[in-house]
Every structure is written in structure tokens, then in C-alpha cells.
T-cell receptor, first 113, second 114 residues
Framework: QKEVEQDPGPLSVPEGAIVSLNCTYSNSAFQYFMWYRQYSRKGPELLMY????GNKEDGRFTAQVDKSSKYISLFIRDSQPSDSATYLC?????????????FGAGTQVVVTP | NAGVTQTPKFRVLKTGQSMTLLCAQDMNHEYMYWYRQDPGMGLRLIHY???????AKGEVPDGYNVSRLKKQNFLLGLESAAPSQTSVYFC?????????????FGPGTRLTVL
């Protein structure tokens, strides 16, 4: 079983809709939770990160972490065609895993005009 | 400021051939990483380096070797390519190894092994 599970999609939504993405994980040592965005044929780029539990908002993006359920979410409000990309969750945790990130498989999102 | 660059962008190899992928960063980062990305598998760490002259194994190191002779460069070598190494390879770098530190990725190298 993978440490980080993420539905690969694709997830197709109309422009203006809310996009809801999530990942589950099994390692309770994870403390740092990140979302990367990857456009087609490009490298991933960091979108947001959250430490431990709670919510974090940045413009149209909201990241949530529920450590008790080992579940993280990313919401995109007022989605735009330019949000069409693959979104990867990533996490790291205990001292000996420092920068070694565990990635989900990524969810492909398609926002249709 | 180019960030992280990778050479080449594409390559086709025959089974048994060797090649070296080059990663360069101009951000003075200490940490560098090599990942491979396969459909349904996400990004998996191959090798990483915590500073010039150091290397360490990641999650899937078999069949690969690396070197970090200069701080700004991180080389990934395939000594005898196999079809299972067909993948997209990404290099990344970060200032430190802290969990809050951003990893910056290169544009990737698409490798096909026939």
C-alpha cells in the first residue's frame, strides 16, 4: 500500500466551479503538507504548504489538513481554464525524512470554458 | 536567473546503452534531488545530495548512479539502460532540507528505452 493515496482523475469541471482535491496518507509522522501544480510537459511548482493541522488560504486556493483522519484537501474557487493541470500532494515529516517528500500520484484537473 | 535546468530534454536509448542526465541550478542551493515520474506512481526519489561531494540513495536507486562534483550540478547516470527506465526524470533543488523548504523543479527529461 502506498503511503500517500490520491485519485488520478481526470476531474472535469466547468469554469467558475469549485474544484475539490484530496489525498489520504498512512504515516502519522507526516507534519508538512504541500500541494504542487504541474502543467503538461512541465516540472511541478509549489502551490501551497501547510504545517500540521488546520486551514490555509491564498487567493482562490484553500488547503486543509486533518491529521486525525490523515486527510488533506485543496479547494480551488472560481476555477479558470488556466487552472487545468495535474495537482500533486506531497508530505514529509519526521526529522530523518526532512526534505524527502512522499508524493501522491497526482490528480488531473480539466476546467472547461 | 534560470532556476533549475536539465539537459537533454528528450532522449531515446537502446537497451544496454548508457547516458548521463545533467541538472544545473543557479540558486546556490545545498540540496539536490533526482526523481522519476511514471503514470499512476507519482514522483519517486532516485538519489539525492545534501551538499557538494555528497550523494545518498532514495526510494528507487537501482540501475542509477549520481555525482555532485560541483555545488551547482547534479548528474544522473544510467550505465546499462533497461526498458523499465523509460520515464520522465525531474531534478529539483532546495536551499535546505527542512520540511518547510520549497523544492524547485526543472522542466524534465523524457527518456525512452527501446
Amino acid at each position: 500500500q502506498k503511503e500517500v493515496e490520491q485519485d488520478p482523475g481526470p476531474l472535469s469541471v466547468p469554469e467558475g466551479a469549485i474544484v475539490s482535491l484530496n489525498c489520504t496518507y498512512s504515516n502519522s509522522a507526516f507534519q508538512y503538507f504541500m500541494w504542487y501544480r504541474q502543467y503538461s510537459r512541465k516540472g511541478p511548482e509549489l502551490l501551497m504548504y501547510t504545517y500540521s493541522s488546520g486551514n490555509k488560504e491564498d487567493g482562490r486556493f484553500t488547503a486543509q489538513v486533518d491529521k486525525s483522519s490523515k486527510y488533506i484537501s485543496l479547494f480551488i474557487r472560481d476555477s479558470q481554464p488556466s487552472d487545468s493541470a495535474t495537482y500533486l500532494c506531497a508530505m514529509s515529516g519526521s526529522t530523518d525524512s526532512w526534505g524527502k517528500l512522499q508524493f501522491g500520484a497526482g490528480t488531473q484537473v480539466v476546467v472547461t470554458p | 536567473n534560470a532556476g533549475v535546468t536539465q539537459t537533454p530534454k528528450f532522449r531515446v536509448l537502446k537497451t544496454g546503452q548508457s547516458m548521463t542526465l545533467l541538472c544545473a541550478q543557479d540558486m546556490n542551493h545545498e540540496y539536490m534531488y533526482w526523481y522519476r515520474q511514471d503514470p499512476g506512481m507519482g514522483l519517486r526519489l532516485i538519489h539525492y545530495s545534501v551538499g557538494e561531494g555528497t550523494t545518498a540513495k532514495g526510494e528507487v536507486p537501482d540501475g542509477y548512479n549520481v555525482s555532485r562534483l560541483k555545488k551547482q550540478n547534479f548528474l544522473l547516470g544510467l550505465e546499462s539502460a533497461a526498458p523499465s527506465q523509460t520515464s520522465v526524470y525531474f531534478c529539483a533543488s532546495s536551499y535546505s532540507g527542512q520540511g518547510t523548504d520549497t523544492q524547485y523543479f526543472g522542466p524534465g527529461t523524457r527518456l525512452t528505452v527501446l
